[in-house]
Each structure stands twice: as structure tokens, then as C-alpha cells.
């Protein structure tokens, strides 16, 4: 079989740290072959180090789009460049994978759900936390029905000073919102996906911007360097309420500086038979024979490889899974992990806690 062609728009970190080094473990099925950033020396990078021979440059997507051998291509552009391109991309005849978040806003979301309706092509969205070993021991063990009605659950994403300090992660024209698009996005996503729940009733939200806009340097201490609070234009911290239509209660929680102590893509959910959370590894717990009862489950965490040992169990890390899953698609060998209607559904609650906050009214869903 001709191998595909796969174009990458956007070559920054999330490309060269997680798109380009997972498909490159494809390359059996892939040609990594078109590169276009807006900086030019950035897709050159990416070129020398992942492209195929013959591989192209591009600093215009448009002109990359044009190439008719492209299959499919990766958005991996600021947040509020998704819509536009990824839509410009189906039109183009070209299979998508963006990068999470689906979209900056609700709207733009539709409208690239939509385009994948009416030009048939695939689209998906980079949630790869849901192939991390805990997320997927999570998973399984919820599928069993182990804890009954699930009826309140919690999506966590704290950073005490974690604010991203490269790229264009402060700024609201580009990115579109701060921790709760960026962050809880994840968070949000792998909790649905947990409770196979997407049926929203209702979301209040509330945002803050009390540490980002005003700290002092004395006052960041921040895991990724200063910032400029004269430049800070997002909130720093979030918490949204979503009511689902059969009940339940989802308890969305995040921030990139708040002071408290961090857990960053946590799930916590609570059934009538049963509660597990991501809190402390897997930790499921339930009541057996007259005793609370906290259960372990064992997953595998990332193992340093040993010199002449040969690891003959070796662990799928999630950019692999994620490619392999996408290219089985694109082969018509697979469905997607992540559909277009998921990511879809992340994404208006999202932008319904931001509408929420800002208004201090409920948004309540059809």
C-alpha cells in the first residue's frame, strides 16, 4: 500500500514535542512530508529532523493545503487559528487531527463539526491524555460498572504557579482563555469520557484573574519563570458546574496560579456502589462485607530504559497510541478514539462557563 502523506501546520512545541515524534513512529504507513510555520527556521527544524525525502516548507498553510497528495494534516496553531484552518483543510480534501482544544469558542467548534459533516472527512482532537496508563486502568475499571449510578463527579486541573510563560499562552486574542481552555480542557474530556455521559443540562461558571494581572516577582515563583503582569489578559483560575441531564454533577476545577497544593488532570467520580479517582494513582474505593474498603490499581508508570536490557513488555507512551489509533483511521483499519461530537460537547461547556462567569447567570443547554 502507498504510504500517506501527512502535512503538519504549526511546528512550535506541541508539534516537535508530541505530533512529529509520534507519527514518526508510523512511518511504515506515513510520509511525514509537508512543514509550515509562520517562522520559517521552525519548520525547517522540523523538516530536517522528521521529514521524509522530498519533504516540503511552508510558511503560507494555504499553499500547503494546495498540494493534492496531502492525506491528511495536524492544526497544531494558537487556539483560535483551529476553526479556520482545520475547516480550510476539509475543504481542501484533507483529513484532520487539531490539537486540543477543539476550538476557542463554541461557534467555531460547529462550524468545524459541521464542515466534517458535509465534506466527509475525518476529524478528531489531540486529547491524548485518555492513553496515559492510569486514565486507561480508569476506564476499564468504570466500564465494569463497578460503581453503579455515577452521579457526581469532579475534573481537576490545579497549578499553583504554572503559568505558561513561551509561546502565546497570555494572550486573549490568540489563545482564546487561560488554565480552563488550556488545562481543564483534558481534565473535562477524560471525566465525560469516564462517565460516557454528554448529555448537559445546565453549566454556571466563575473566574478569577487575582494572581496573574498583579504579582509581584517576589510573589511568582513560577515553575516556568516570570511573566508580565502588565501583559497578563486571561483568567488564572476557573470552576464550572455542569448539570447533566439525568442528574449527575460535574465539578470542573482549575488554575495555572492559585495558592494551593497542585493536581493537574485529575478524575474524581462517585457512584452508588462505588468512588475512584486519579487523585493518588488509581484509587477505587466501595464498602464490602461491613468494611471501607480502598483498592490500588495497579498501571504501569514511564520505566528509564537499561542499557543491554532488552524490554520485551515495552510501554506504548500516548503520542504513540494516538498516532497509531489515527493512522489506523486514515487506513480504514480503525474508528477514532476522540469524536468530532465529543471533543464538540467539551468545548460548548467550556465556553458556557466562560459565558456564565462573565454574565453570573446559568447557561442552560437545549
Known amino acids: 500500500m502507498e504510504k500517506l502523506k501527512i502535512g503538519f501546520i504549526g ?16 512511518r511504515a504507513r506515513v510520509e511525514l512530508y509537508a512543514f509550515c510555520d509562520i517562522i520559517p527556521e521552525r519548520a525547517e527544524e522540523a523538516r530536517q529532523k522528521y521529514g521524509c525525502p522530498g519533504a516540503k516548507v511552508f510558511t503560507d498553510y494555504r499553499e500547503l493545503l494546495a498540494c493534492p497528495e496531502i492525506d491528511a494534516v495536524h492544526v497544531l496553531t494558537p487556539n483560535v487559528k483551529h476553526c479556520e484552518i482545520s475547516c480550510a483543510a476539509m475543504e481542501a480534501g484533507k483529513h484532520v487531527i487539531c490539537e486540543k482544544p477543539m476550538a476557542a469558542t463554541y461557534a467555531d467548534a460547529l462550524k468545524m463539526y459541521e464542515t466534517h459533516l458535509r465534506t466527509g472527512k475525518l476529524l478528531t482532537i489531540g486529547y491524548q491524555y485518555r492513553h496515559m496508563d492510569d486514565n486507561r486502568a480508569m476506564k476499564a475499571y468504570v466500564d ?3 460503581l453503579g449510578d455515577i452521579y457526581y463527579a469532579e475534573a481537576t486541573a490545579w497549578r499553583r504557579r504554572g503559568i505558561p510563560t513561551w509561546g502565546v499562552f497570555t494572550n486573549k486574542a490568540e489563545q482564546g482563555g ?26 454556571t461558571g466563575a473566574s478569577f484573574a487575582k494572581i496573574g494581572p498583579v504579582a509581584s516577582v517576589d ?6 519563570g516570570p511573566w508580565n503582569p502588565a501583559k497578563y489578559e486571561l483568567e488564572d483560575s476557573a470552576f464550572g458546574f455542569v448539570r447533566m441531564k439525568n442528574g449527575a454533577l460535574i465539578n470542573i476545577r482549575c488554575s495555572w496560579a492559585m495558592n494551593l497544593t497542585p493536581h493537574e488532570g485529575m478524575v474524581r467520580l462517585c457512584g452508588t456502589k462505588g468512588g475512584i479517582d486519579t487523585y493518588n494513582g488509581v484509587i477505587a474505593n466501595h464498602v464490602i462485607a461491613g468494611r471501607q474498603i480502598d483498592s490500588k490499581i495497579a498501571t504501569r508508570g ?7 536490557l532488552i524490554d520485551r513488555n515495552p510501554m506504548e507512551m500516548p ?20 469524536t468530532p461530537e465529543q471533543a464538540l460537547t467539551v468545548t460548548r461547556i467550556l465556553d458556557a462557563i466562560y459565558t456564565s ?5 446559568t447557561v442552560y443547554f437545549d
Open 219 to 224: 510573589e511568582m515563583a513560577n515553575d516556568f
Open 11 to 26: 511546528c512550535g512545541g506541541i508539534a516537535m514535542d508530541k505530533h512529529l515524534p509520534g507519527m514518526a513512529t508510523q
Open 357 to 361: 462567569a462573565a454574565s453570573g447567570k
Open 178 to 203: 487561560g488554565p480552563l481552555i488550556d488545562m481543564a480542557t483534558h481534565a473535562l474530556d477524560l471525566t465525560l469520557w469516564m462517565m460516557n455521559n454528554y448529555e448537559v443540562a445546565s453549566v
Open 319 to 338: 503520542q504513540e497510541a494516538e498516532a497509531r489509533i489515527w493512522v489506523d483511521a486514515l487506513c480504514g483499519q480503525g474508528e477514532l478514539f476522540v
Open 144 to 146: 465494569t460498572g463497578a
Open 302 to 308: 514511564f520505566r528509564m530504559p537499561v542499557p543491554g
